[in-house]
């Protein structure tokens, strides 16, 4: 191992999270030396930025980054060479803050529950072009940390043979981006978040087990990413989310569903996605997932209602839901239940759905310029209207109310 003063610039070219901390050291790992003894010595270094570049070549060590006792500002960890290094028994992260970790793949003990890459109690941690390997419990888990980012990675074929089995998951503390990565044939959800102001954006979770895409928390999104082939739903989204553009087919569950159907939140968009293919509903809003707009979505080809509206207050509007097959006794284009108040359908094309183009059965709910033709039924309502569905277009021509 070599050390040898840097550039800052180096540092603030090669990390997202680089600040205009003080100039530090570089460190140069090559085997048989260790990440770890760069790490150590960075961290009792006077130095308060450093970055320590790894050659190729297995390292059978856990690296472990806290600071606690040092004076380390920001720490970057990056590959020297295009070749990989592969870091066998893990890295830890914790009580750290502008760290980033980027172009290795990691391995840990496999069967024993815990993620390749774990990142505890930390500020402004970048986990960048890094790869997973196949039949750990995990990919990367954070927990109780600000600002996470997992970028440009693949953490796909992990496993739940000792628990775990998520492709990236973040826990707690708020403002998370995980972007432009891939979680594929995880043995459970590709991507799990649970935190506050994050965004999900340009990721493909293909192929896993359980659902492709969870998020929970407030002002939150999910945009453009590929969802499909999971053995469950396509995204779940709990509290107030965005989700656009994103392509959500071929689930075994519903497309994207929205709410828990017992916490009450108001608030959130569904715009711009394609949804086709899922073994369910192609969009369900639950019971308390009130004030949600539903806008110029394309839903085609569900096993059930293309929408389901079973909350209040919703607005869906210039969508296209078409060819629903019936499941349950539900393959209605749209779908306003007998708990679902208040809501605005309008300007909707409504075709070749096995049930009702429109079955509205809540009440005060509007019917506006929709079009319904060739589906089973074109529209029921069992509730009572605000409005007198005027403008409502069939292929007979004439409203089709009792």
């Known amino acids: 191992m070599t050390r040898y003063s840097c550039l800052w610039a180096l540092l603030a070219a090669a990390s997202p999270l680089a600040t205009s901390e003080a100039l530090g050291d570089t460190f140069v790992v090559a085997p048989p030396f260790t990440i770890q003894n760069a790490v150590n010595l960075a961290l009792v270094n006077a130095s308060t930025t450093d970055i320590i570049l790894v050659h190729p070549g297995t390292y059978a060590e856990t690296v472990t980054v806290d600071y606690t006792g040092s004076n380390q500002k920001a720490l970057l960890i990056e590959r020297a060479q295009q070749s990989r290094p592969k870091i066998t028994k893990g890295v830890l992260i914790k ?80 403002a998370h981006e995980i972007r432009n990565s891939s979680m594929d044939g995880n043995d459970k ?17 293909t192929g896993n087990g359980g659902g492709g895409v969870s998020i929970v928390g407030l002002r939150n999104e999910v945009r453009d990413c590929v969802v499909k082939e999971n053995g469950s739903y396509g995204v779940h989204a709990v509290g107030v989310c965005i989700v656009k553009k994103c392509t959500i087919s071929s689930n075994t569950g519903v497309g994207l569903r929205f709410g828990d159907g017992v916490t009450s939140y108001s608030g959130g968009q569904i ?26 979505n394309s839903v085609s080809d569900n096993i059930g209602a293309g929408i389901r509206a079973a909350s209040d207050g919703n607005v869906i509007a210039d969508n296209t839901c078409k060819d629903t097959s019936i499941s349950a006794a539900d393959g209605h284009g749209i779908h306003v239940t007998d708990s679902a108040d208040g809501n605005c359908v309008e300007e909707n094309s409504l075709s070749g759905n096995d049930g009702q183009g429109i079955l509205v059965e809540g009440d005060e709910n509007f019917l506006v310029l929709n079009e319904a033709s060739g589906n089973d039924g074109i529209v029921q309502v069992a509730g009572a209207l605000d409005n007198d569905g005027r403008g409502n277009t069939t292929d007979t021509g004439a409203n089709d109310f009792p």
Request: hydrophobic share 35%.
């Open 189 to 205: 959800e590709g991507i799990v978040v649970e935190a506050d102001g994050s965004l999900v954006r340009g990721c493909e979770s």
């Open 271 to 296: 715009r711009s996605n394609k949804i086709r293919h899922n073994g369910s509903h192609g969009i369900s809003l639950r019971d308390g997932q009130d004030g949600v707009l539903v806008k110029d």
């Open 95 to 174: 009580d750290s803050r502008l760290v980033t970790f980027s172009g290795f793949r990691v391995d840990s003990t496999h069967d024993d529950g815990v993620a390749a890459i774990r990142i505890l109690d930390c500020t402004s941690v970048a986990v960048v072009d890094c790869e997973g390997t196949a039949g750990d419990d995990g990919g990367v888990s954070a927990v109780d940390t600000w600002e996470v980012v997992v970028g440009e990675s693949d953490f796909s074929g992990m496993s739940d043979d000792g628990g775990g089995g998520i492709g990236v998951e973040i826990l707690g503390r708020r």
